[in-house]
């Protein structure tokens, strides 16, 4: 069965870091693409980032371009998203999400239950 | 950056009813590319249709997805109680990695 948990959210003060993970299981980890998909309170989803199965390739949005930077140890099956400068606009839940059939270009066929980052002073 | 405009923005239907959404794109996307999803209050979002018209593994018939080039739609045949949800539509052929603003179907 195919798994995914998140961890590490929390409340950060404005400019401060934080550093996600994503534990993973059920699946060959390493062939697969993820992504972190956001979703503010009461708002849509929004894609953040992805990274290739092997970590070479990353793409990210332009709102956390320089600001988070995106990792997989495939020795672990663990995905990090470690943020920072962040900004009372990162608030939101943050979910890891598989891709379907192991490549960049492909849908979300599961996603973890989240983990809520609240920036705030 | 394809800009993905999901109409309306609430349906209000009874169960039984056919509900048809619709996803507008702001460039082509290739019809392999675009998804739909499922989210009920609370959850994760869930896949549903895949390459437009794909249904994903698990998902009932009565889900059907159609359309292309910058038209897509989403269509329940007879809504089920556990089908009142928003519902989301995304491509995944170009970066950015896009969502719709998403449809929210509620009991009416």
């Known amino acids: 069965e195919v798994q995914l948990v998140e961890s590490g959210g929390g409340l950060v003060q404005p400019g401060g870091s934080l550093r996600l993970s994503c534990a993973a299981s059920?699946?060959?980890?390493?062939?697969?693409?993820m992504s972190w998909v956001r979703q503010a309170p009461g708002k849509g989803l929004e894609w953040v980032s992805i990274?290739?199965?092997?970590?070479?390739?990353?793409y990210y949005a332009d709102y956390v371009q320089g600001r988070f930077t995106f990792s997989r140890d495939n020795s672990k099956t663990t995905l990090y998203l470690q943020m920072n400068s962040l900004r009372a606009e990162d608030t939101a839940i943050y979910y890891c999400a598989k891709g379907y059939r192991g490549g960049l270009w492909e849908p979300y066929d599961y996603w973890g239950q989240g983990t809520l980052v609240t920036v705030s002073s | 950056e394809i800009v993905l405009t999901q109409s309306p923005g609430t349906l209000s239907l009874s169960p039984g009813d056919r509900a048809t959404l619709s996803c507008r794109a702001s460039q082509t996307v290739s019809d392999i590319f675009l998804a739909w999803y499922q989210q009920r209050g609370g959850q994760a979002p869930r896949l549903l249709i895949y390459g437009a018209s794909s249904r994903a593994t698990g998902i009932p018939d009565r889900f059907s997805g159609s359309g292309s080039g910058t038209d897509f739609t989403l269509t329940i045949s007879r809504l089920e109680p556990e089908d009142f949800a928003v519902y989301y539509c995304?491509?995944?052929?170009?970066?950015?990695?896009?969502f719709g603003q998403g449809t929210k179907v509620q009991i009416k």
């Open positions: 995304q491509q995944y052929g170009s970066s950015p990695w896009t």
């Open positions: 059920g699946f060959t980890f390493g062939s697969y693409a």
């Open positions: 990274i290739s199965g092997s970590g070479v390739t990353i």
